[in-house]
């Protein structure tokens, strides 16, 4: 009789090779060192060194492996280098997190061209062209892991934001049909989607004490996502305990997309 699987079984990626993009900002960063803690060699991208040459460090400092790639992800060629690069540097490429975004809050009629174009670029173009690049790869030995970070925005409509969001609408959509196209190589595709999380891009928000609170009140748990909260839902897609989950988007965002209260939490405290 087979015995009981381990933990080591089921979520180590000992032995595995990793591209995290973005990992300059705080998600990505969180991610990287998450990986690198449960065993995984990481290529750490970031548009100049200096934003992620102290990670690798630490990450080397802790006994991981990793090797920072720059890349200026408005340009396909670049992208399609980050790849490869990292590939060749980690001696094979098993997983792409797909972290990298940027934005630029303003209503929509003040978006610019050069604005979408930017967004775009970056949020869906490079990530597709990465993707694809990364497929190849994957498919040659049947096997691979690529993991998109979305938006709650698709799901939960902010002002402000409308470039981006279609932006991460369309990660999500992607997300199922490089799925679909690609289960077949034993590949899959998974998204995770972060509600508000507190990073230093988002900490202008959280510092302003109005939009805080009417963040807030509508989060269940009443408070922003650390980073570190997302790396477990990206081990589980990125490990052996999820082959055969793929087109799936994981949504890590405190309840908000549950539901809420009317009442305010004076009442609810007493509940």
């Given at each position: 009789?087979?015995?009981?699987?381990?933990?080591?079984?089921?979520?180590?990626?000992?032995?595995?090779?990793?591209?995290?993009?973005?990992?300059?900002?705080g998600?990505?960063?969180?991610?990287?060192?998450?990986?690198?803690?449960?065993?995984?060699?990481?290529?750490v991208h970031?548009?100049?060194p200096?934003?992620?040459?102290?990670?690798?460090?630490?990450?080397?400092?802790?006994?991981?492996?990793?090797?920072?790639i720059?890349?200026?992800?408005?340009?396909?060629?670049?992208?399609?280098?980050?790849?490869?690069?990292?590939?060749?540097?980690?001696?094979?490429?098993?997983?792409?997190?797909?972290?990298?975004?940027?934005?630029?809050?303003?209503?929509?009629?003040?978006?610019?061209?050069?604005?979408?174009?930017?967004?775009?670029?970056?949020?869906?173009?490079?990530?597709?062209?990465?993707?694809?690049?990364?497929?190849?790869?994957?498919?040659?030995?049947?096997?691979?892991?690529?993991?998109?970070?979305?938006?709650i925005?698709?799901?939960?409509?902010?002002?402000?934001?409308?470039?981006?969001?279609?932006?991460?609408?369309?990660?999500?959509?992607?997300?199922?049909?490089?799925?679909?196209?690609?289960?077949?190589?034993?590949?899959?595709?998974?998204?995770?989607?972060?509600?508000?999380?507190?990073?230093?891009?988002?900490?202008?928000i959280?510092?302003?004490?109005?939009?805080?609170?009417?963040?807030?009140?509508?989060?269940?748990?009443?408070?922003?996502?650390?980073?570190?909260?997302?790396?477990?839902?990206?081990?589980?897609?990125?490990?052996?305990?999820?082959?055969?989950?793929?087109?799936?988007?994981?949504?890590?965002?405190?309840?908000?997309?549950?539901?809420?209260?009317?009442?305010?939490?004076?009442?609810?405290?007493?509940?």
């Amino acid at each position: 009789m087979k015995g009981l699987p381990s933990v080591e079984e089921l979520f180590s990626l000992q032995g595995k090779r990793a591209l995290i993009t973005g990992a300059g900002g705080g998600i990505g960063h969180s991610l990287a060192r998450g990986m690198a803690g449960v065993g995984a060699s990481v290529a750490v991208h970031a548009r100049t060194p200096q934003k992620v040459q102290a990670l690798a460090e630490g990450i080397e400092a802790a006994g991981g492996r990793a090797v920072v790639i720059t890349a200026e992800l408005t340009d396909v060629k670049e992208a399609r280098r980050l790849v490869a690069e990292s590939h060749s540097a980690l001696g094979g490429l098993d997983i792409l997190i797909n972290c990298a975004a940027t934005n630029t809050r303003e209503p929509i009629d003040e978006v610019t061209e050069e604005h979408w174009d930017r967004i775009m670029a970056v949020n869906l173009k490079s990530l597709y062209f990465m993707s694809q690049e990364a497929h190849r790869l994957m498919k040659a030995n049947q096997s691979g892991k690529i993991i998109h970070i979305g938006s709650i925005n698709p799901f939960f409509a902010l002002g402000g934001v409308s470039a981006y969001g279609a932006s991460k609408g369309g990660v999500t959509q992607l997300t199922k049909v490089m799925a679909v196209e690609w289960a077949k190589d034993n590949v899959q595709v998974n998204c995770v989607v972060p509600g508000y999380i507190a990073t230093p891009l988002s900490k202008p928000i959280w510092d302003d004490e109005y939009k805080a609170n009417w963040l807030r009140t509508r989060i269940p748990v009443r408070r922003p996502a650390d980073p570190e909260e997302l790396v477990g839902a990206v081990v589980f897609l990125a490990s052996e305990s999820s082959t055969y989950i793929t087109g799936t988007t994981i949504v890590v965002d405190g309840g908000v997309l549950a539901g809420g209260w009317w009442e305010p939490d004076e009442v609810l405290a007493k509940l």
